[in-house]
């Protein structure tokens, strides 16, 4: 069985419990140690075989996967974050699927998550930002033309801008073709969660000075839209005294009760 795990995003312990216990119980570790703290690793049990993917290819990756299971092994693919973003699990599982082995997936707290914490915000602020763009300049991984920086740009939804902290010039022009004025609030996490953590907070017009002014070329977290400095939102329904829901009736409808109108 090999299981794909969401080292979650720097700190050790913000690994979920089922992570850790995996982590605990693989014969096999293989982890993306450029980005991975390795601190997770003194999870490992006594003896387990343990190898850093930084300094392998993909056959050799999933190599060391199929001699585990015909061992009889479990492994562990520790990914950086979630899996599921930027993890490159897809062609993994694909080998996997193909030799008939069975695998799952155990989700991690992903850097983007993690910079909204490192900056106490809400990414979903009531009349302010209702939709977050995942997404990454183009690089020596491109992208698909319909989703280049200047396309979801032109929305003027929230961003969380993965992979680009090295391009953050090129990133600010795109921003700003797209439809972003210079002035839209902006921030930079470097390593949320880390003992290095740093956080910035800019604007689209500021993001390159900002960057090379604090030294980040890399590992950089770039989130932008109003939602970095809520300014400007109305509080939420939810808990608002007047709005009734499912388990409290609000304040403005209980003049009604019983009054026979309609």
């Not at 700190?11 to 979920?16: E, S, V």
């Not at 001699?67 to 009889?72: D, H, I, K, V």
């Not at 970095?228 to 304040?251: C, I, M, Q, W």
Request: charge should be negative; hydrophobic fraction near 40%; aromatic fraction near 6%.
């Amino acid at each position: 069985m090999v299981h794909f795990v969401g080292a979650g995003s720097g700190a050790a312990d913000l690994i979920t419990l089922r992570g850790a216990r995996l982590l605990g119980e693989a014969d096999v570790v293989i982890y993306a140690g450029s980005l991975v703290n390795p601190a997770l690793l003194s999870a490992c049990r006594e003896g387990a075989r343990i190898y850093d993917s930084a300094y392998l290819t993909l056959p050799e990756v999933t190599a060391l996967m199929l001699e585990a299971e015909q061992r009889g092994e479990t492994t562990v693919r520790l990914h950086t974050g979630d899996p599921s973003l930027f993890g490159a699990i897809r062609e993994q599982m694909d080998v996997l699927d193909r030799e008939g082995i069975s695998y799952d997936v155990t989700p991690g707290v992903s850097s983007f998550t993690a910079a909204a914490a490192a900056l106490k915000l809400e990414f979903t602020l009531p009349e302010c930002s209702q939709t977050l763009i995942i997404s990454r300049m183009a690089g020596r991984t491109p992208v698909p033309e319909r989703e280049s920086i200047e396309a979801l740009a032109s929305h003027g939804a929230g961003m969380a801008i993965f992979l680009s902290a090295g391009m953050a010039g090129k990133l600010s022009e795109a921003l700003m073709r797209g439809g972003y004025s210079k002035d839209t609030p902006a921030a930079i996490v470097y390593k949320a969660s880390w003992p290095e953590e740093k956080c910035f907070i800019c604007t689209v017009g500021t993001l390159p000075e900002t960057a090379e002014r604090n030294g980040i070329s890399k590992t950089g977290m770039i989130l932008v839209g109003e939602f970095v400095t809520h300014r400007r939102y109305a509080r939420s329904k939810l808990y608002d005294p007047d709005f009734t829901t499912e388990y409290r009736e609000g304040n403005a409808d209980r003049g009604h009760c019983g009054d026979g109108s309609n």
